[in-house]
Nanobody, 124 residues
Framework: QVQLVESGGGLVQAGGSLRLSCTVS????????MGWFRQAPGKEREGVSC????????SYADFVKGRFTVSRDNPKVTLYLQMDSLSPEDTAVYYC?????????????????WGQGTQVTVSS
C-alpha cells in the first residue's frame, strides 16, 4: 500500500532551521507531484509548498517564500522541506502529500495520499 512517512520535526527556537523529510513507498514517486501542508491547532490545513514530478518546478505559499525550500530526490524516493528563519507562527503539524496530477497545487483536495504528519514547534 502507499505510505508517506515524515520525519525531522521537533522543537526549535525562533530564527532557527529544520529540515523535514518524507519517504514514500507504494507508488511511482518520480511520476507524482508532491506537496507540503501544515495545520496549526484550531486552523484549517493549508498548503505550504509543492514540486512537480519531472521538471521539479516549485511553488510556495506567500507566508513561506524566501524562507522555505522544497526539493525531491527521486532515486531516494524522498521529499524535503528546508525551513529557515522559523517563527512561532510556523508552529504546526506538517504533512507531506502526493497527487497523481503532474502540476503543482497548494489545494489539499487535489492530493490523493497523505502522511501522518510531524510536529514542528517554534519557541519565541
Amino acid at each position: 500500500q502507499v505510505q508517506l512517512v515524515e520525519s525531522g520535526g521537533g522543537l526549535v527556537q525562533a530564527g532557527g532551521s529544520l529540515r523535514l523529510s518524507c519517504t514514500v513507498s507504494g507508488l511511482n514517486f518520480e511520476e507524482f507531484a508532491m506537496g507540503w501542508f501544515r495545520q496549526a491547532p484550531g486552523k484549517e490545513r493549508e498548503g505550504v509548498s509543492c514540486i512537480t514530478p519531472f521538471s521539479g518546478t516549485t511553488s510556495y505559499a506567500d507566508f513561506v517564500k524566501g524562507r522555505f525550500t522544497v526539493s525531491r530526490d527521486n532515486p531516494k524516493v524522498t521529499l524535503y522541506l528546508q525551513m529557515d528563519s522559523l517563527s512561532p507562527e510556523d508552529t504546526a503539524v506538517y504533512y507531506c502529500a502526493a497527487t497523481r496530477n503532474k502540476y503543482c497545487s497548494l489545494t489539499k483536495s487535489n492530493f490523493h495520499y497523505w502522511g501522518q504528519g510531524t510536529q514542528v514547534t517554534v519557541s519565541s
